[in-house]
């Protein structure tokens, strides 16, 4: 809306041209939602005390867990109404996929929201079934894979592209844009929310991945820019830095409230939303592999859990003390910061091997 508003009085007023730089408004974007969440934080989190929507903690856990009982939670409400407002004041709202972002992110907030209040006020230990739960963020994956696929523009919209490959361009078709599209979303959105069980474990990573995926964005849609580094130019994909920089200022708002020790935690109601931003944004960006690179930790706590699936029920026994991995560490003898700091370093670390791609092709 600010953007909307600096450009139309720009003739009159030269001064607010500069709201037309990308950079510009993605920072203002990383600011707005950090300043949104730290000035709603205090009063949802009081809200959500008041109506005693606390954690329900598993009783097989770490033992240090049972002092979390309790603790206030689907506070990801916190992290949407950032992300949307930043969002909304900054970005070009002609951009077919700001809303598509948007409207995507809030339909998986929408199954979180959901499954958390089955479980935290209705009280049904189940929560939603895992079949519906699935089924819905099914239907949001492939309404979102189907609008990317009829509202594409150029053939690099829905190729495949390699890093380190940069003669490699695969077209995929209808079918194979839309499935790889498809597990990207239902993918990342489950992964974040498998990883989401420590204080501020996810929301680092993912907010670390968003800004990542934002200088792709920022990249893709700079055909100068694209053609230099060998990746996929994308027209539009410039204005996904302002919706990522949302992420990244809303999620280090929610990580002063969700530091160790936590006062609120995101619940499904953020962590689904976020993961399927984050795979909708990769695919956007032409940048799956690259994603899966980034997200590292969310692909290793998610294959965590399928292996120690599988090992229990073909060989009736498990390869984790607890799985997600990093229950494992924690009955290990890591204490939880610890946990969540070493996670947070190998993120780094693997963001920074996914931006090295930009150059190394």
């Given at each position: 809306m600010l953007y909307w508003l600096a450009k139309h009085f720009a003739s009159q007023y030269s001064v607010l041209n500069v709201f037309s730089y990308?950079?510009?408004?993605?920072?203002?974007?990383?600011?707005?939602?950090?300043?949104?969440?730290?000035?709603?934080g205090?009063?949802?989190?009081?809200?959500?005390?008041?109506?005693?929507?606390?954690?329900?903690?598993?009783?097989?856990g770490p033992q240090s867990h049972l002092s979390k009982k309790g603790t206030p939670t689907m506070g990801g409400g916190l992290i949407l109404v950032a992300i949307c407002v930043a969002t909304l004041l900054w970005a070009d709202l002609s951009n077919r996929f700001v809303w598509l972002i948007l409207a995507t992110t809030l339909a998986c907030a929408a199954?979180?929201?959901?499954?958390?209040?089955?479980?935290?006020?209705?009280?049904?230990?189940?929560?939603?079934?895992?079949?519906?739960?699935?089924?819905?963020?099914?239907?949001?994956?492939?309404?979102?894979?189907?609008?990317?696929w009829y509202t594409a523009r150029v053939p690099g919209d829905t190729t495949l592209f390699l890093p380190f490959l940069k003669g490699f361009a695969l077209p995929l078709g209808g079918v194979g844009f839309v499935v790889l599209s498809y597990l990207m979303i239902v993918g990342m959105s489950n992964a974040v929310n498998l990883t989401d069980g420590l204080d501020g474990l996810a929301i680092m990573p993912a907010a670390m991945v968003a800004g990542a995926l934002g200088i792709f964005a920022y990249a893709s849609g700079n055909a100068?820019?694209?053609?230099?580094?060998?990746?996929?130019?994308i027209p539009g994909a410039g204005?996904?830095?302002?919706?990522?920089?949302?992420?990244?200022?809303?999620?280090?708002?929610?990580?002063?409230?969700?530091?160790?020790?936590?006062?609120?935690?995101?619940?499904?109601?953020?962590?689904?939303?976020?993961?399927?931003?984050?795979?909708?944004?990769?695919?956007i960006v032409r940048q799956e592999l690259v994603a899966l690179v980034m997200g590292g930790?969310?692909?290793?706590?998610?294959?965590?859990?399928?292996?120690?699936?599988?090992?229990?029920?073909?060989?009736?026994?498990?390869?984790f003390r607890m799985a997600p991995i990093h229950h494992?560490?924690?009955?290990?003898?890591?204490?939880?910061?610890?946990?969540?700091?070493?996670?947070?370093?190998?993120?780094?670390?693997?963001?920074?091997?996914?931006?090295?791609t930009l150059k190394v092709r």
């Open positions: 990308l950079t510009l408004r993605g920072i203002l974007s990383v600011v707005s939602a950090l300043l949104i969440s730290l000035a709603v205090p009063a949802m989190i009081r809200r959500l005390s008041r109506d005693q929507i606390g954690q329900i903690v598993r009783d097989d199954i979180g929201f959901l499954d958390d209040y089955l479980k935290l006020v209705v009280k049904s230990p189940r929560g939603l079934p895992a079949r519906w739960k699935y089924l819905l963020q099914s239907i949001v994956g492939l309404a979102a894979a189907l609008v990317l100068i820019f694209a053609s230099y580094l060998s990746i996929p130019a204005e996904v830095l302002i919706v990522s920089g949302a992420i990244v200022g809303a999620g280090l708002g929610f990580l002063w409230f969700n530091a160790y020790p936590a006062q609120v935690f995101m619940g499904d109601i953020g962590a689904l939303a976020l993961g399927g931003a984050l795979g909708l944004m990769a695919v930790v969310f692909v290793m706590e998610t294959a965590s859990v399928i292996l120690q699936v599988a090992s229990y029920k073909l060989r009736g026994k498990r390869l494992h560490f924690e009955l290990k003898g890591w204490a939880e910061p610890k946990v969540i700091v070493r996670f947070w370093i190998i993120s780094l670390l693997l963001v920074l091997a996914g931006l090295a």
